[in-house]
């Protein structure tokens, strides 16, 4: 049986990593994939000593600059539990040679996301990217799908990869690579809304808080967010209304409204680059809130204030920087479903 521990490096050179295509070798677990160079250790190597030998032997290449990045754990069905150590090495000696278990290659960094690339290894590497500190991330897979994610203890979110009709692939990303790459998937937009005296409608805004990737400190949805891997719309629905606001909708409180490609948007927020495309489903909540009775999540929600219907969509129409004016489609959804009710 071989060694549960190995190493896992990615040897940089004027703006690339050098890739290896691993289309030699049958019965490969990693069978038409591109990752690093790396290998199990052997009886009594450290893990430096290891990432040496299996770079040498890979590739021809010796390293005189490495850097431990992180701990990956892998789970999967059907193998024994592996404990993978990542570098990154960015000065070598030697010639570039062929390598047995598949083509090598030096692939541009902004070029990884066309490759075909296991979904964990899309999230350490924007760690790498990013200059991350050292971490630990654990990647649990069912076959070649990506079922869990933790990173330093903590559950990250993964979401369905959607197709162009908004339907599951039975594909799955996690939630910043999906914002890093645009890649398509599912969203619910809860508006609460109360009818005025004069027979018009008002919607309650939420603030977000300034701690959010996107759109931090900005006027919204009443509430809003992604639908997680194998949940479905209405149950996200529910969740999201009690998470951020502290209603508990009861059945039949939720009405469906629509749901629609929001199209693709390409912002900056906190310095980095945000790229988002949702399927988004709409409901509205028309059952009495008493705004300042309401559970606020203080890491999605700063505060709450109610507006005419009118002056929201007006504000949207302008790009006031107040409020997250993408989301207009789902406002007006909601103010063609209002205009429909007796």
């Known amino acids: 049986m071989k060694s549960p521990l190995t190493t896992l490096c990615y040897i940089e050179k004027d703006g690339q990593y050098l890739m290896l295509h691993r289309v030699s070798k049958k019965n490969d677990v990693n069978k038409d994939k591109w990752i690093g160079i790396g290998g199990h250790f052997e009886e009594g190597e450290s893990p430096e000593e290891c990432l040496l030998r299996e770079a040498r032997e890979e590739t021809g290449l010796t390293l005189t600059s490495w850097k431990f990045r992180?701990?990956?754990?892998?789970?999967?069905?059907?193998?024994?539990?592996?404990?993978?150590?990542?570098?990154?090495?960015?000065?070598?000696?030697?010639?570039?040679?062929?390598?047995?278990?598949?083509v090598l290659e030096w692939v541009p960094k902004e070029e990884l996301p066309r490759l075909n690339l296991w979904e964990g290894d899309?999230?350490?590497?924007?760690?790498?990217?990013?200059?991350?500190?050292?971490?630990?991330?654990?990647?649990?897979?069912?076959?070649?799908v990506l079922r869990q994610a933790v990173l330093d203890g903590r559950e990250l979110e993964l979401f369905d990869i959607c197709d162009a009709e908004g339907r599951p692939t039975g594909l799955v990303t996690e939630r910043s690579v999906a914002h890093m790459l645009g890649t398509m998937h599912r969203t619910v937009h809860v508006w609460v809304a109360r009818r005025r005296a004069d027979g018009g409608w008002q919607v309650l805004l939420q603030?977000?808080?300034?701690?959010?990737?996107?759109?931090?400190?900005?006027?919204?949805?009443?509430?809003?967010?992604?639908?997680?891997?194998?949940?479905?719309?209405?149950?996200?629905?529910?969740r999201e209304l009690l998470e951020e606001l502290g209603i508990d909708a009861q059945p039949g409180d939720l009405q469906y409204i629509a749901a629609f490609?929001?199209?693709?948007?390409?912002?900056?927020?906190?310095?980095?680059?945000?790229?988002?495309?949702?399927?988004?489903?709409?409901?509205?909540?028309?059952?009495?809130?008493?705004?300042?009775k309401l559970r606020l999540q203080p890491e999605e929600v700063e505060s709450v204030r109610w507006m005419d219907y009118e002056e929201c969509r007006a504000r949207m129409e302008a790009d006031d920087p107040q409020f997250c004016s993408k989301n207009l489609d789902v406002l007006l959804a909601l103010g063609h479903w209002l205009s429909e009710l007796p």
Request: with cysteine; net charge negative.
């Open 122 to 144: 899309k999230i350490f590497l924007r760690l790498i990217a990013e200059e991350a500190p050292f971490f630990s991330l654990k990647l649990k897979y069912e076959g070649d």
């Open 261 to 292: 490609d929001g199209g693709e948007i390409c912002e900056e927020f906190h310095g980095r680059p945000f790229r988002d495309h949702e399927i988004c489903a709409v409901y509205a909540y028309l059952r009495p809130v008493d705004e300042t």
């Open 70 to 102: 992180g701990l990956v754990t892998f789970i999967a069905e059907g193998w024994q539990t592996e404990y993978m150590c990542l570098y990154t090495a960015d000065a070598f000696t030697g010639e570039l040679r062929a390598c047995d278990e598949g």
């Open 207 to 238: 603030k977000r808080s300034a701690g959010k990737d996107s759109f931090p400190g900005r006027y919204d949805t009443s509430c809003a967010g992604h639908v997680d891997a194998g949940d479905d719309y209405a149950l996200s629905a529910h």
